[in-house]
């Protein structure tokens, strides 16, 4: 009997000593990272399409709807358009032939948070099979704890396109650049570019040294029609982040460029942009997390 209290009080003596040491030293070193408990999970959507696509319009609309149901804090999409549809760029073509190389290429095409889900073409037949298939591989996502918080700011400036470059935008059909555009009443209009800079930081929140990451961003463009739902106008070349070991960060600070012409002064809308950034690893083209900036 003795013997076994002298075994009990020794095995809290030694649990004692442990807690103060080891459990101690990691409630400390734990306390110099963001708990991921504090940090939400927010999932990125791609949808490449191209204009005419037959099935497309059924993956529009439901991760559309989806876009709108969640918000943007939980789950964002963005729209890439591809292979000469008039909204295509030569970076959304870029990208889609960086996640697929030569594998199967086609619209629809969706990337959930990069290569971690794939929907090549659509899921199902109907368009509410498509719907859930969408929604649980994002719900998954949702679950899944965030290894960096993301932050960042964004500040606009419009400026006038400097001279000598306005020639250079804008090409008529046949090639033949033109040198601007002409109000009704013989006046020339001054194009602008918008000057978005963006800035922020990266910080491991997880207790894993993170490798192989780098910072990336789309601006994109909104319209009031499928298909055109935040469509990308420019894709962020990436940004390579050293090593980063459990609480260290990284800054990061990108420009964009964007053309202010045409659409918005043609048809009356206002344009409006949104900036979307995300970590992603350039060697399993997984997104590790996605910030959407106001």
Known sequence: MKEKLFIFIFLIIFLMALSNGNILTFSVF?????????????????????????????????????????GTSKFILVQEHLWGDGYDTPETNARYDWYVGDGKKGTPDVFINGLTKRFQGLACDCVEGNYECYKDAIDKELTQPPLVELSAVKTPHPNPLPQGEREKTKESPQGEKEEGEESPQGERKEEKILNIIIEGMVKNISDSFLKDLAVCGIVSKEKDESGLYYYAQDIL??????LLLPGDTFNFKFTSEILLIQESEIDGEEGILHVVIFVQNTITKEILQALYIE
Do not use: H, I
Not at 237 to 242: A, G
């Open 30 to 70: 734990a306390q110099d990272t963001a708990s991921p408990k504090n940090v939400p999970r927010v999932v990125l959507v791609e949808l490449f399409v191209q204009d005419g696509c037959p099935t497309c319009p059924t993956a529009e609309f439901c991760l559309e709807d989806l876009a709108w149901e969640y």
């Open 237 to 242: 070349p990436f940004k390579d982040m050293p």
